[in-house]
């Protein structure tokens, strides 16, 4: 702390237009490094072993990370960061404009790495980043949960009336709510014990000839109904419903979902996702595509309406029979 004040007495006795970097600062932000006359800001590396002076105005923040992903990597382990849309134009943008300078990406105010803009990496990186800082699993993971509880945060301010207080999470592709075919695919079918598809690419589904059929959203809860798809009963059409839950600390999301094969029952069940950047080789380049993984499920049965908490690293089954107790199921 006395270093921090004497640095900056110092630069305020020169009138430099320099700032300091603080503990609250934004999570992750993209900084360009400050060129002499520019208004900087001084950031240490993780590790605290050298000082880069970074332009005080970030050109990616939080609002710019559509998901984010840990991968092991020999020994240790990446994060890799997906772009929004809008952040990779964004980053393009930059990229076009300061080709002959570097950039560095700051996480909780210390520096954890910096590049430059060279031509042959628009194709790659425009989309995403992969932060090399040689972190342990447990480390990985855990800036994973932070960022992706953040990207949920920035969800609910975003679009509350849309999909309720806490946001669409990941079941939002351009700014709509995900089909809820798209979401059918990751559990099995009835009356399958197991699901065939255990990973979905978001934007071919949503995009599919398959589930072009129209849905219905009422509040969080998304619905559509499909005789070729779910099958008709004496009822008439069957029908999936899902609702968007949350979010864990771990960044493992959770979502509730129902569905009748057209007959009286209805069939209960919690999915656990991750959302993923994931490299694809197309054609003669690669690019990123946003996957969402499954991760676990958790059936509930035959028209149940027991209440689902999230806490932490847990979701609490509220059991409707008087005297039962909660099921809690920890997901690490």
């Given at each position: 702390m006395k270093r921090v004040a004497l640095r900056s007495l110092l630069a305020l006795c020169l009138g430099a237009w320099t700032s300091y970097a603080l503990a609250a600062t934004p999570l992750v932000e993209y900084r360009l490094e400050a060129l002499p006359g520019e208004a900087?800001?001084?950031?240490?590396?993780?590790?605290?072993?050298?000082?880069?002076?970074?332009?005080?105005?970030?050109?990616?923040?939080?609002?710019?990370i559509e998901s984010a992903m840990?991968?092991?990597?020999?020994?240790?382990?990446?994060?890799?960061?997906?772009?929004?849309?809008?952040?990779?134009?964004?980053?393009?943008?930059?990229?076009?404009?300061d080709r002959n300078r570097s950039y560095c990406v700051v996480l909780d105010a210390a520096v954890v790495q910096c590049s430059g803009f060279p031509p042959e990496q628009q194709g790659v990186y425009i989309e995403g980043e992969t932060l090399h800082g040689e972190f342990t699993a447990t480390r990985a993971k855990a800036l994973v949960?932070?960022?992706?509880?953040?990207?949920?945060?920035?969800?609910?301010?975003?679009?509350?009336?849309?999909?309720?207080?806490?946001?669409?999470?990941?079941?939002?592709?351009?700014?709509?709510?995900?089909?809820?075919?798209?979401?059918?695919?990751?559990?099995?079918?009835?009356?399958?014990?197991?699901?065939?598809?255990?990973?979905?690419?978001?934007?071919?589904?949503?995009?599919?000839e398959r589930y072009s059929e129209p849905y219905e959203e009422n509040g969080r809860r998304v619905r559509f109904a499909s005789k070729a798809v779910l099958g008709e009963g004496h009822n008439g059409a069957g029908w999936f419903e899902y609702q968007y839950l949350g979010v864990l600390t771990n960044g493992m999301h959770v979502v509730r979902t129902w569905e009748s094969g057209g007959g009286s029952g209805v069939f209960c069940a919690l999915l656990f996702v991750r959302r993923e950047a994931d490299p694809f080789y197309d054609q003669d380049h690669v690019r990123q595509r946003t996957v969402l993984r499954a991760v676990g499920q958790h059936g509930l049965g035959d028209r149940q309406g027991e209440q689902v908490k999230l806490q932490g690293n847990e979701v609490i089954v509220l059991a409707t029979t008087p005297g039962a107790k909660p099921v809690t199921l920890r997901l690490e």
């Amino acid at each position: 702390m006395k270093r921090v004040a004497l640095r900056s007495l110092l630069a305020l006795c020169l009138g430099a237009w320099t700032s300091y970097a603080l503990a609250a600062t934004p999570l992750v932000e993209y900084r360009l490094e400050a060129l002499p006359g520019e208004a900087s800001a001084v950031f240490q590396w993780s590790d605290g072993s050298v000082e880069r002076r970074l332009r005080t105005e970030a050109f990616l923040t939080i609002a710019d990370i559509e998901s984010a992903m840990a991968v092991a990597s020999g020994d240790a382990h990446v994060v890799k960061l997906a772009h929004t849309a809008a952040g990779a134009q964004r980053y393009l943008a930059v990229a076009n404009r300061d080709r002959n300078r570097s950039y560095c990406v700051v996480l909780d105010a210390a520096v954890v790495q910096c590049s430059g803009f060279p031509p042959e990496q628009q194709g790659v990186y425009i989309e995403g980043e992969t932060l090399h800082g040689e972190f342990t699993a447990t480390r990985a993971k855990a800036l994973v949960g932070r960022l992706e509880a953040a990207i949920a945060e920035r969800g609910k301010r975003r679009d509350p009336a849309a999909a309720g207080p806490i946001g669409r999470g990941p079941f939002e592709v351009g700014g709509k709510a995900l089909h809820p075919g798209c979401v059918r695919e990751l559990l099995p079918g009835l009356p399958d014990a197991r699901a065939v598809v255990a990973a979905l690419d978001l934007e071919g589904c949503q995009e599919s000839e398959r589930y072009s059929e129209p849905y219905e959203e009422n509040g969080r809860r998304v619905r559509f109904a499909s005789k070729a798809v779910l099958g008709e009963g004496h009822n008439g059409a069957g029908w999936f419903e899902y609702q968007y839950l949350g979010v864990l600390t771990n960044g493992m999301h959770v979502v509730r979902t129902w569905e009748s094969g057209g007959g009286s029952g209805v069939f209960c069940a919690l999915l656990f996702v991750r959302r993923e950047a994931d490299p694809f080789y197309d054609q003669d380049h690669v690019r990123q595509r946003t996957v969402l993984r499954a991760v676990g499920q958790h059936g509930l049965g035959d028209r149940q309406g027991e209440q689902v908490k999230l806490q932490g690293n847990e979701v609490i089954v509220l059991a409707t029979t008087p005297g039962a107790k909660p099921v809690t199921l920890r997901l690490e």
